[in-house]
Structure formats: C-alpha cells, structure tokens
C-alpha cells in the first residue's frame, strides 16, 4: 500500500524536499524537519564593546633563574662523619 500525498498540500504545510513521517497510536504523522536554530545574532553594541577592548598588556620579560640553575649543577654538600658507614 502507498500514500500519495498532492504537492499543494505539502506546500500548504510548508513541507518542500525533505519530511518525517511517523505512526503514532495508529495515527499516520507526516512533519516538515525542524529548521536549525536561528545563528545569535550580533548587535552594535555587542560589536561596539569587542572593538573596543583595551590591548592586552605586555608580557614581563621572564628573568635568569642563576641561582638555581647553579645550584643544580653543584655537587651536594657531604652530611655525617667522616669515615662514618652512616655518613655520606
């Protein structure tokens, strides 16, 4: 079994290339796909205020860390008694 439905009542149910068509409590369902959501639109002063936003400050230039550099490269420091097994 087909169903054909005439072109000018899918026109009049703003139904053109594409449809869904479902059956619900014995009940034939044809639909027009929902259209995507609307894109957010922009508004001047939301323009307005992005244009004009301060510039960002600049970045500090980062300084030598010597001393710990330095102290990486160092050998440690011996810790206990000489001769002592515990000791370093």
Known sequence: MALVIPAEMLAACDIAEEATVTVSNKTLIVAAPQ???????ENDDTLAHWANLPEAPEEPELQPRARLDAALREDPKPYGKPGDPAGA
């Open 35 to 41: 259209p995507p959501p609307p894109a957010e639109q």
